[in-house]
């Protein structure tokens, strides 16, 4: 089944990544959402003849800390420009040896430890309930794996991501706990990123580059900027050649997710249509304008 929408892929991810061979930079936005202005302007531009959005999810120059993030902006702005799909890329701790520095993990599920961030665009005046028992696109993340495959990265597969609310790392007795629990790796942003995007109907992927094995590794002793720096510089180019490869593979002609996701709102909304509070459906058509 294709859909009549030209695919357009939002690409969350560090400042420069848009910074990369192919790339037809057609404008740059500033968009006013009903949840306030994202991280920093949007880059729209065209790549293999994919139309793509480029969000810097820290703002330039990595100046807004991961609590302080206004991740339904970040969604939201991509939902209103367009978006169709959207690809995270994320450094992450590892919790496993064969999760080595410079590997790439397709993510599939989430345990979510975050305190105080706003987990969705439904609130009192209209409620929904979106299933998340299955949070990424099964399409979309093995198109995201195959890419870095081509890329030349180590790609693994599957795993789930322990969402901190950091800004600090781990304690070891931390990193020791959430290694008993069966967590595959670590990090601070994709929640509620990935909730917030089911809400908005877009198929999410998510691929976390390996940078330091927390702090539970004996011989790599505790994490330092330094180090988590200096493997994301040497695997630059593999994220840039990632990106390039997975709108070769997508495509202008869309697919839907063969996971329901674009239609999740069908049956989420609880609220009843007397009952909805008129300015809270006004802010939600941004995200929810198909069902609302």
């Known amino acids: 089944m294709t859909d009549t929408r030209e695919t357009c892929l939002a690409i969350f991810g560090g400042s420069g990544i848009y910074e990369m061979p192919g790339l037809t930079i057609e404008d740059e936005r500033d968009v006013e959402?009903?949840?306030?202005?994202?991280?920093?302007?949007?880059?729209?531009?065209?790549?293999?003849?994919?139309?793509v959005l480029?969000?810097?999810r820290h703002g330039k120059g990595h100046s807004i800390p991961p609590s302080d993030l206004?991740?339904?902006?970040?969604?939201?702005?991509?939902?209103?420009?367009?978006?169709?799909?959207?690809?995270?890329?994320?450094?992450?701790?590892?919790f496993r040896e064969e999760l080595a520095p410079g590997h790439f993990v397709a993510v599939d599920q989430f345990v979510d430890r975050t305190k105080g961030r706003t987990p969705s665009f439904f609130e009192t005046g209209c409620v929904a309930h979106v299933s998340i028992a299955?949070?990424?696109?099964?399409?979309?993340?093995?198109?995201?794996?195959?890419a870095a495959e081509a890329a030349g990265a180590k790609v693994h597969r599957g795993g789930t991501y322990l969402v901190m609310e950091g800004p600090q790392f781990s304690t070891k007795a931390e990193s020791e706990l959430y290694r008993s629990w069966?967590?595959?790796?670590?990090?601070m942003t994709a929640m509620p990123e990935a909730k917030l995007a089911r809400?908005?109907?877009?198929?999410?992927?998510?691929?976390?580059?390996?940078?330091?094995?927390?702090?539970?590794?004996?011989?790599?002793?505790?994490?330092?900027v330094a180090s988590v720096l200096a493997i994301l510089g040497q695997n630059r180019d593999k994220g840039h050649k990632t990106?390039?490869?997975i709108t070769k593979m997508i495509g202008t002609e869309r697919t839907p997710s063969p996971d329901g996701i674009d239609?999740?709102?069908?049956?989420?909304?609880?609220?009843?249509?007397?009952a909805r509070d008129p300015k809270a459906v006004e802010k939600l058509k941004a995200i929810a304008g198909r069902v609302l």
């Open 54 to 56: 480029f969000l810097s």
């Open 70 to 94: 206004n991740a339904r902006a970040n969604v939201a702005a991509a939902k209103m420009l367009g978006a169709t799909d959207m690809l995270s890329l994320s450094a992450c701790g590892s």
């Open 33 to 51: 959402t009903p949840w306030g202005k994202p991280s920093a302007p949007v880059t729209v531009g065209r790549l293999n003849g994919v139309r």
């Open 243 to 245: 990106v390039g490869e």
């Open 263 to 274: 239609t999740c709102l069908d049956y989420a909304i609880v609220t009843a249509p007397e």
């Open 199 to 224: 809400e908005a109907e877009l198929p999410y992927a998510i691929l976390a580059m390996v940078t330091d094995y927390d702090c539970w590794h004996e011989d790599n002793g505790a994490v330092d």
């Open 182 to 187: 069966g967590m595959d790796v670590i990090g």
């Open 134 to 146: 299955h949070p990424v696109c099964s399409r979309l993340s093995e198109e995201a794996a195959q």
